[in-house]
């Protein structure tokens, strides 16, 4: 009798780990997937900010990493999870710009805008002397295209994907007569058709143009600031879209003391923003007659006019939307709830029966949890975030996520030199021979 259970106790768990490499299994906890850690439940998922809406796919894009035991583990993902809040968490793509230890450190903390029109996304980051915000494009071998540099302020963005127009403020308020998508067409030959309609302005986020009501191809924008007595204040400011350079054209809309705006956008003539405090609906011009939507603390928010709906992200984090005007309001995804359903899989890179199969890769090893990383033909990891990973260290060095010989090495273990080898801190130094 013993041993007819063991047996069927092996056959379940044979089934189990098959069902697991073909992730087709819904699951609340990674046990239920086999073998921990190389079979894993992608169900908890912790928010990084900034969300983006797709009507056309029908989708919500997060970011984040994913969570097993209270740890994160593997690349900061793009994740999705259904507009009707009827499905399972999905990973769309992970980050692979990223740089985590060593000189050129990059690490990217948020989804900046998502344009659903050309499917666009745009992170941001932090490198080592400044932030990085740019284009992150999967299928390109570049990855991540630079655009901005924010150095020591907020910058705010609307792109117009209707009209091919986009709407910065950095160092001036400026208007782009096209989808902005590499530096050059920010600062270089290609930003020809661009004007300034402000000198010196920053701002948190602003609005495309707006005409409604009384106003005409008005811009309103946010200003984050932070007074004498370090306390937080958010000021909205309007102006025309038509005045260049006009001086003292914009003023001020409306001030929201003790808080700072997370987020606002202008629908039917109205403003509907978001901050700690919750969503609020106020009229355009403002006025302290406001309305809120909901009280919920917000630190993430995208309206879709389509749905007449805002999509956002608390900051106990949840994914929510809510209509705002009949003010019914839905959870898509609830990264602390242990009801929040995901699928089994194995850990990234593996493969397998039991989902411990690296072929042609490498394991690497962060917070307990393991990644297969593809090997180059020299049998190198393909990617890397410190020399040792690279193996014949210290001829190897990982620069840029790639394993690279020391200047002047070669050979393929990157420790033949054509000419003097000295040392200096534990560090080979290849001296060239001059004939």
Same mark, same amino acid.
């Given at each position: ?24 299994? +819904? ?63 999905? @990973?769309?793509? +992970? ?20 344009? &659903? ?9 932090? *490198? ?17 295209? &630079? ?13 117009? *994907?209707?009209?091919?127009? @986009? ?61 004498? +007595? ?63 939507? @909901? ?13 007449? @709906?805002?999509?956002?992200?608390? +900051? ?8 705002? *005007? ?43 949890? &393991? ?52 040392? *200096? ?11």
């Amino acid at each position: 009798m013993k041993l007819l259970k063991i047996l069927l106790i092996i056959i379940n768990i044979n089934i189990l780990c098959k069902i697991v490499e073909s992730s087709s299994i +819904t699951c609340s906890q990674s046990y239920e997937c086999g073998n921990v850690p190389f079979s894993i439940c992608k169900n908890k998922f912790d928010l990084f900010e900034g969300i983006g809406v797709d009507p056309e796919q029908g989708k919500v894009f997060i970011m984040g990493k994913f969570n097993a035991s209270g740890v994160q583990y593997g690349n900061v993902t793009i994740a999705s999870v259904p507009m009707n809040g009827v499905g399972i968490l999905k @990973t769309e793509f +992970t980050i692979k710009s990223d740089v985590t230890q060593g000189s050129a450190f990059r690490n990217t903390f948020q989804l900046f805008k998502y344009l &659903p029109k050309s499917k666009t996304f745009l992170t941001q980051g932090g *490198e080592r002397l400044s932030f990085v915000i740019g284009i992150y494009d999967e299928k390109s071998n570049i990855k991540l295209t &630079p655009l901005w540099y924010p150095r020591g302020y907020q910058l705010g963005a609307y792109f117009d *994907e209707v009209n091919q127009l @986009t709407y910065t403020c950095d160092f001036d308020l400026k208007i782009f007569q096209k989808i902005v998508r590499t530096q050059d067409d920010l600062f270089g030959s290609n930003s020809s058709n661009s004007k300034i309609i402000q000198n010196s302005t920053q701002c948190f986020a602003l609005s495309a143009a707006y005409t409604g009501g009384n106003f005409n191809n008005t811009i309103i924008y946010v200003q984050n600031k932070v007074n004498d +007595t370090g306390v937080k204040y958010s000021t909205f400011l309007m102006g025309s879209a038509d005045c260049v350079l006009c001086p003292r054209q914009f003023f001020n809309l409306y001030q929201l003391n003790n808080e700072w705006v997370t987020g606002f956008h202008i629908y039917k003539n109205k403003i509907y923003y978001s901050s700690k405090s919750g969503i609020t609906q106020m009229n355009i011009p403002g006025t302290d007659q406001r309305f809120l939507l @909901t009280n919920e603390s917000v630190e993430s928010f995208e309206f879709v006019n389509s749905e007449r @709906t805002i999509y956002y992200i608390t +900051t106990n984090g949840k994914v929510k939307k809510i209509d705002v *005007e009949n003010l019914v309001s839905s959870t898509l995804y609830d990264s602390y709830s242990d009801k929040s359903l995901g699928v089994c899989e194995c850990a990234p890179g593996f493969s397998g029966t039991y989902c411990n199969q690296c072929i042609n890769g490498t394991v690497q090893w962060e917070n307990g949890n &393991p990644t297969c990383v593809k090997n180059t033909d020299n049998g190198r990891p393909s990617v890397c975030q410190v020399d040792w990973q690279c193996g014949n260290s210290p001829y190897f060095l990982c620069l840029n996520n790639e394993c690279l010989c020391r200047s002047e090495f070669f050979g393929d273990k990157c420790n033949q030199c054509q000419g003097m080898i000295s040392w *200096e801190n534990g560090i080979p130094i290849c001296g060239i021979l001059h004939r």
